[in-house]
């Protein structure tokens, strides 16, 4: 009696104690990874980083800042892009989506979000490196395009379906067109939702790499022109990370970090923005 | 008036519906241009372009097997390891974290998630894989180096190297559908457990044999789609060789990864052809795993439609 008792008495503790451990062992990378990004990135963590261009091996000094401006035009492209075809998709699936069509395009979208990146990769050469024969930061842009637009498409959908019916109801009753109801009434009221949607997307798509790879290719210089290879932070991590020379693995450390802080900026401002408008 | 106002409503509707026609086309394309691309090779292997394991550019010989077979397995490996640890923590935060921690983990969780791929690629080379050979797989494979699973030579990059890296990166999707699962469980069936005396444990064992399985099988589902897709991360600490070998110590080869490396080395149509079909074969296959996911998980967990 007794020794049944203790015995599941025992399992229980023991079980909770293998919960709190997976809980532990789920976050612990997270750290080290911090860590070893401060540690690894710290000793090229200065202004020239930021303000100069990449040299080559064995000399001093250089940076990333073709890569920072690289990133920057990229993701504007894509967003310049896939805001205004997610958002208007968004609105249609949320405010007139009930059809046979809607379902099909909500499915469409959600392949598209289950599509690797590298796939998205493809996607740019064939539609622009192959006719145009060569690589270029149009290319890159359309590849990342199709992240964005998925991610952005499904949270506007789902953050205008949080606007109470009422909402709609109260501004039809008073006259008001159900277009100019949906775009000054819905949509604002979802406007902040919608906001970190698009933050998120982009914190995701700043950090991609896969499908940059033979897109926008990384270029050791300035950038020349929108229909020309063009550098990313991610694609300068990747080159200088298998590299075989020491100065240029420190190099990706600090490159590392630049771009972890634009992400964590970017998702912390999404968050931010949702808390505060509840 | 009221017809004007008809007409504008009209028009904003079907301009809306246009740019759905758009993201829908956009999808059709990218399906159609991967299609174009890969019928050089569909048509110069056929079904032996999935069967055969040589990959030799210069004979213009293609075949995709050991990169099928890598992306599995790195795969497979990465579940095992991300399903109990994902699954562990989700019920240790729903069902027994103090309030005050339930938010900082779960916070942590989603950093994890948003951290790039080429950032755990980064760290897989420099410190994943130096303390996996060190700490792990030299010891190993000293002791039981014997089994076909641990032989061979320790070099550091690997198929245990991506799969541990890969197990990382899909915990935190795992934890928080998880939890998701968790938490339509029914609060008084809990309570019905407890009331009769069972212990925290037996309420969970029994609660989720009842209730989760489903749910988090969907979620193991939706992780293994991650992990099927991820490029950067494998590509630099697998290894890079397409060779079918059953230790998981030996480097291997995976289909993102073999893209991602020779794409822009194709030299000639076939080679570019032969990498566009490979992708083609991961698209398929990645669609076919998330919709079984999203199908489990619609029904597993309501109002969870439109994720």
Redesign the interface.
């Known amino acids: 009696m007794t020794s049944i008792a203790f015995r ?2 025992a ?2 503790r023991i ?2 104690a ?6 532990f ?3 612990l ?2 750290f ?2 911090f860590f ?2 401060l540690w ?1 990135g710290a000793k090229e963590l200065k202004w020239s980083l930021l303000t100069d261009l990449p040299r080559p091996v064995g000399e001093p000094g250089g940076g990333i800042a073709n890569g920072i401006l690289g990133t920057l035009t990229v993701t504007g492209l894509a967003m310049a892009g896939g805001i ?3 958002v ?2 968004g ?3 949320a ?3 009930k059809g046979a ?2 379902s ?2 909500r499915f ?5 979000a ?10 740019g ?3 622009w490196v192959l006719p145009m024969k060569r690589f270029s930061a149009w290319a890159g842009a359309s590849a990342l395009a ?1 992240i964005f ?1 998925p991610i952005v ?2 949270t506007t ?2 953050m205008l ?1 949080t606007v109470p019916v009422s909402v709609r109801e109260g501004a039809l009753a008073l006259g008001i ?3 100019k109801t ?2 000054f009434i819905t949509v604002r009221t979802a406007a902040a939702g919608i906001i970190t949607g698009i933050l998120l997307a982009m ?2 798509i ?5 499908p940059l ?2 897109t926008a ?1 990384g270029n050791q210089f300035w950038q020349t022109g929108l229909d020309q290879p063009i550098a990313t932070i ?1 694609l300068q ?2 080159s200088y ?2 590299s075989p020379y020491d100065d240029w ?1 420190g190099k ?2 600090a490159g ?1 970090v630049v ?2 802080l634009m ?2 900026v970017l ?1 912390t401002v999404a968050r931010l923005l949702t808390r505060t408008r509840k | 008036m009221k017809v004007g ?1 008809n007409i ?2 009209f ?3 079907k ?3 246009l ?6 086309g ?5 399906f159609a ?2 299609i ?2 890969s019928l050089p090779a569909i048509r110069k292997f056929g079904v032996t372009f999935v069967t055969n394991s040589t990959w030799d550019p210069v004979l213009e010989e293609f075949a995709a097997l050991p990169f099928l077979y890598g992306t599995l397995v790195s795969s497979f490996l990465a579940i095992l390891i991300a399903v ?6 989700a ?3 729903n ?3 103090p309030g005050w921690l339930k938010t900082p ?1 779960s916070f ?5 998630a ?10 897989g ?3 994943l894989v130096p303390i996996l050979r060190d700490n792990f797989m030299k010891p190993v494979s000293r002791a039981l180096g014997w089994i076909p699973l641990f032989q061979g030579p320790v070099y550091g990059p690997s198929m245990l190297a991506a799969g541990v890296l890969l197990a ?1 990166m899909v ?2 999707f795992i ?1 928080s559908v998880s939890r998701e699962v968790l938490a339509t469980v029914p609060q008084v069936q809990k309570e019905a457990v407890l009331s009769l005396g069972g ?4 309420m ?1 064992r029994i609660v989720i044999g009842q209730h989760c399985i489903p749910g988090i099988f969907g979620a193991t589902i939706l992780g293994l ?1 991650r992990a ?5 991360a494998v590509t ?1 600490v697998i290894g890079n060789r397409p060779d079918i070998v059953l230790s998981l110590f030996q480097p291997g080869y995976s289909m ?1 990864a073999v ?2 490396n020779e ?2 080395e194709a030299t000639g149509d076939l080679y570019l052809s032969a ?2 079909e490979i ?1 083609l074969v ?2 398929l296959l ?2 076919v795993v ?1 919709l079984a996911a ?1 199908w489990i998980l619609t029904r597993m967990v309501p109002g969870r439609a ?2």
Not at chain 2, 114 to 123: D, F, H, N
């Open positions: 599941r008495k399992t229980d079980m909770k293998l919960f709190l451990l997976s809980a062992l789920v976050i990378p997270l080290l990874i070893d990004l690894k205004p075809l997610a208007l998709t609105i249609y699936l405010e007139y989506g069509f809607a099909v395009v469409a979208v959600d392949l598209l289950g599509v690797p990146s590298i796939i998205l990769g493809i996607f050469y064939v539609l199709m637009i498409v499904r959908e789902e379906k067109e159900r277009w949906t775009l914190a995701r700043l950090g991609e790499t896969a790879l033979f290719l991610p991590v990747f990370a298998i693995h990706a450390w590392a771009l972890i992400v964590l998702s | 106002a504008k409503d028009l904003f509707e301009t809306t519906a740019f759905a026609l758009c993201v829908l956009l999808t059709l394309l990218l241009l991967l174009r691309e109990p640890l994902g699954v562990g923590s019920i240790f935060i069902e027994f974290a983990i942590l969780a989603e950093l994890l948003a951290i790039p791929s080429v950032i755990y690629g980064l760290w080379i420099f410190v990382i915990v935190p934890l212990t925290h444990w037996e969970i789609g099927l897709g991820e490029t950067m630099m993102a893209i991602a794409f822009t990498l566009v992708g991961l698209f990645t669609i998330n999203k439109g994720r």
